[in-house]
């Protein structure tokens, strides 16, 4: 009853609609994947075999079995050969590293010539244990602590829920071989000593342990977005999901605490990655990305004539984007420029005086990234449009005004 129960696990398989490519190396894994999709549908549109000729006359072993199977199956193979040894050279990465550039780059090429919407890959209950335990070594945050996804993008894991043990019996019980790979016995690695040595000591705790820890690493998936959700206003953030929202942009573990520590503090605190640069704003952070540029905007300028210029604007639609000057009072060319320390302008509207662009950008509540960012059109040295904000009161349309600029 329980090996019959086992087969039905990886026979029924919940696998979204589409054209879906299989990942396939020839191990257990790979092969009942692609024996469990030929049986209940869709059907793999084809298979794919990576080749990393790292294991000489085992590697061509491999690829001649995916060939014989595939051919029995009626399954279309498309095979790649790497030379990993020379590509991890070249990138000054690990050979694991390596292989997982090139097989899921190579990957999404198949994917894009070949119209397919997913590519299944045969990482199975005990790979997701490993996986969260390798993160947990190396230091990880919540989503560490999820492991692989069931889904990721294109990217499908139909056996994510199925143990190892379930599919040995469920090739035994279709009379499948296999081939196995050598180098996973091998205790250089340390995903294999955490397979080989730690995951059977924690079995001898508990034979559940696998099965608790992708358990849990499946709960806290389904709770994440509810966690990160709507984490906006300061008071919210915690070091946790500080970490999972920082996680991408190289900031370090230093720096998250200095920002932790800045959370109730007084806005205007700048941190800086390699990458990224983090504003603590007057409710929470902005992030920028280092490597943006902003173009200009391009300025237009209409002058018309009129000759009841305040009528004329009273029937005007104004909108921001627009600026109403005086265009006798102006000098041209007129030049776009960011804002310097010690500009100053006299807002429209105001009585007397002037202020410091700075200080106006600041009742405009606008952040410091965004006032750094700000456009001004100026007339020789003068400041004449904040623009999308205010113009300057020297420059306004008034009843002796005969040429009106519009300016956006």
């Not at 503090?265 to 929470?284: D, K, M, V, Y």
Request: hydrophobic content about 40%.
């Amino acid at each position: 009853m329980c090996f019959n129960f086992r087969i039905k696990k990886v026979k029924h398989l919940k696998v979204k609609d589409g054209k879906i490519l299989v990942a396939i190396s020839g191990g257990a894994d790979s092969v009942a994947l692609l024996c469990a999709l030929l049986e209940q549908g869709p059907p793999p549109v084809a298979a794919l075999h990576c080749n990393f000729q790292l294991r000489g006359e085992e590697s061509e072993r491999d690829e001649q079995f995916v060939v014989s199977l595939c051919k029995k199956l009626n399954v279309p193979l498309y095979i790649k050969r790497f030379d990993t040894l020379e590509y991890a050279q070249q990138k000054g990465i690990s050979i694991e590293m390596a292989a997982r550039e090139l097989r899921y780059e190579w990957f999404e090429e198949q994917r894009e010539e070949l119209h397919a919407d997913y590519i299944a890959v045969a990482h199975h209950r005990e790979d997701q244990a490993e996986t969260i335990i390798l993160n947990l070594l190396r230091g990880t945050g919540i989503r560490g602590l999820v492991g692989m996804r069931a889904e990721n993008g294109y990217i499908i894991r139909p056996l994510l829920s199925v143990s190892k043990q379930e599919i040995l019996e469920y090739l035994k019980g279709i009379g499948q071989d296999f081939v196995t790979d050598s180098t996973n016995l091998e205790r250089d690695a340390l995903r294999n000593r955490i397979r080989l040595d730690l995951i059977p000591m924690l079995q001898s705790f508990n034979p559940q342990a696998v099965e608790h820890i992708a358990e849990t690493a499946h709960r806290i998936a389904e709770a994440l977005p509810y966690y990160l959700k709507g984490i906006k206003n300061s008071n919210d953030i915690t070091p946790a999901t500080l970490h999972e929202q920082l996680r991408e942009y190289g900031f370090n573990a230093a720096q998250e605490q200095n920002i932790m520590a800045h959370i109730q503090g007084q806005p205007g605190a700048i941190f800086e990655s390699q990458t990224h640069r983090l504003l603590r704003n007057r409710n929470g952070f902005i992030l920028k990305n280092k490597e943006e540029t902003e173009l200009p905007p391009v300025l237009y300028g209409q002058i018309i004539e009129v000759e009841d210029a305040l009528g004329f604007i009273k029937e005007s639609n104004l909108l921001p984007e627009y600026a109403y000057i005086d265009a006798d009072k102006v000098k041209f060319p007129l030049t776009l420029r960011h804002p310097k320390t010690g500009d100053r302008f006299h807002p429209f509207g105001m009585k007397q005086g002037t202020r410091l662009i700075s200080d106006f950008l600041t009742d405009q509540k606008l952040s410091i990234f965004d006032k750094q960012s700000q456009w001004l059109v100026c007339s020789e040295d003068n400041i004449i449009w904040v623009k999308g904000l205010r113009i300057d009161h020297h420059y306004r349309v008034t009843e002796k005004t005969h040429r009106i600029l519009i300016l956006s």
